[in-house]
């Protein structure tokens, strides 16, 4: 059965400290693979597709990676708005994206 | 404006009492999508439908139904809720992929509360 798995479960962080959550899968193909943010209560808001193994994406202070079993979710010097739950997604060529549950992460002042 | 919008937001109701959510995109979307998401548990499909007049079961379609009458709209029918139904619930939208894969469009969620 194709699996998304995501660690850490909740991160905290000082601001200005940088980090990286994981998000790793095992599935039959990757089409394609999605980070979302989502903020308490609101729904998920893409970020970043990957599709290939090498391949990186970069908005201000986030940068993903993608190997060929994992992903990466790098975060540089941090902010409190940044504050949020992380979450992966993998299409898996199937109907529907198989979904990661999620970093808790929290940067405080 | 692109987005998926819901509604509504917040609902309160009793045990039994039919509901609708609606979900409604403008982006032209072939696919469209419902989710729960509940603490632990993550967001988990309920129904999806690949085009107007077809839809499908997700992982947990018991206790929901939906329609796709037009491509726009996908109302998401609770005709018996019961508590365990109490849940943040999502519509979302992306392009038909056969040209390729596609990021998914999150409508802002509502929060269903079954008394």
């Known amino acids: 059965e194709d699996q998304v798995t995501q660690s850490p479960e909740a991160l905290r962080l000082q601001e200005g400290e940088s980090s990286s959550l994981n998000c790793s899968y095992t599935?039959?193909?990757?089409?394609?693979l999605f980070w979302y943010r989502q903020d308490p209560g609101k729904g998920p808001e893409f970020l970043f597709t990957l599709y290939s193994a090498g391949e990186e994406k970069e908005k201000e202070r986030l940068k993903a990676t993608l190997t060929k079993k994992e992903s990466f979710l790098h975060i540089t010097a941090p902010k409190p708005e940044d504050s949020a739950t992380y979450l992966c997604a993998v299409d898996n060529y199937g109907q529907n994206f198989v979904f990661g549950p999620g970093t808790r992460l929290s940067v405080l002042p | 404006e692109a987005q998926v919008t819901q509604n509504p937001r917040y609902l309160i109701t009793v045990t039994g009492k039919k509901l609708t959510v609606t979900c409604s995109q403008n982006m032209n979307h072939e696919y469209m999508s419902w989710y729960r998401q509940d603490p632990g548990l993550g967001l988990r499909q309920i129904y999806y439908?690949?085009?107007?007049?077809?839809?499908d079961k997700g992982d947990v379609p018991e206790g929901y139904k939906v329609s796709r009458k037009e491509k726009r709209n996908f109302p998401l029918i609770l005709e018996s809720p019961s508590p365990n139904q109490t849940s943040l619930y999502f519509c979302?939208?992306?392009?038909?992929?056969?040209?390729?894969?596609?990021?998914?469009?999150f409508g802002p969620g509502t929060r269903l509360t079954v008394l």
């Open positions: 599935v039959s193909g990757l089409r394609g």
């Open positions: 439908s690949m085009n107007v007049e077809v839809t």
């Open positions: 979302a939208s992306r392009p038909d992929r056969r040209g390729g894969t596609d990021t998914q469009y």
